[in-house]
């Protein structure tokens, strides 16, 4: 008898884990990311799950689930917040993973933007080239993107520079 209710308290466990899996995977399809006509992808900070480690914030993770529709070969820029247009005081090189892509990259300031909005006065957007890919797989992808320079909410205004998001833009043929 004993028996018996250990296999269905066991059997009970195994359904509830595959219902909460369906539902985390139905979550994560209502926000998946969906590549643009024009061929771009932005992936903001503001769409990502991210996990911070304050004790070691080299391993600070954003992720998200992507959707391209269109193959080909793609630039991949970082776009940056910083009050520093010299230096983006990115300590560590970020780290780029998705399929079996693996990018590691040392942020520089390519490109300042002027007027960029929705971030405060004392700074500056920085557009950085950290590599280029040949993405031949449409569908969904899981892309994670590793840098201190993620913050967790409420602690921008106290860096000189922090992770806005990262966008694939089609390489322009020359």
Request: charged share 20%; with cysteine.
């Amino acid at each position: 008898m004993k028996r018996i209710g250990y296999f269905l308290l066991l059997l009970g466990g195994i359904l509830a884990g595959c219902g909460n899996s369906a539902d985390n995977k139905m979550g994560l399809d209502n926000r998946r990311i969906v590549q643009h006509e024009n061929g771009t992808l932005l992936l903001s900070i503001d769409d990502a799950d991210c996990y911070n480690d304050n004790t070691n914030p080299i391993a600070n993770t954003a992720e998200w689930n992507a959707f391209f529709v269109k193959s080909g070969r793609y630039d991949i820029w970082l776009l940056s917040a910083t009050r520093d247009t010299m230096s983006l005081n990115y300590r560590n090189p970020v780290r780029l993973h998705f399929n079996d892509i693996n990018i590691d990259a040392n942020p520089r300031c390519d490109n300042i933007i002027v007027d960029a909005e929705n971030i405060p006065d004392s700074y500056f957007m920085a557009n950085s080239y950290i590599g280029t890919v040949y993405i031949q797989d449409t569908g969904a992808i899981d892309v994670q993107f590793i840098s201190e320079q993620i913050l967790p909410p409420g602690e921008y205004d106290y860096v000189d520079s922090r992770f806005v998001s990262l966008c694939f833009k089609p390489e322009i043929k020359k």
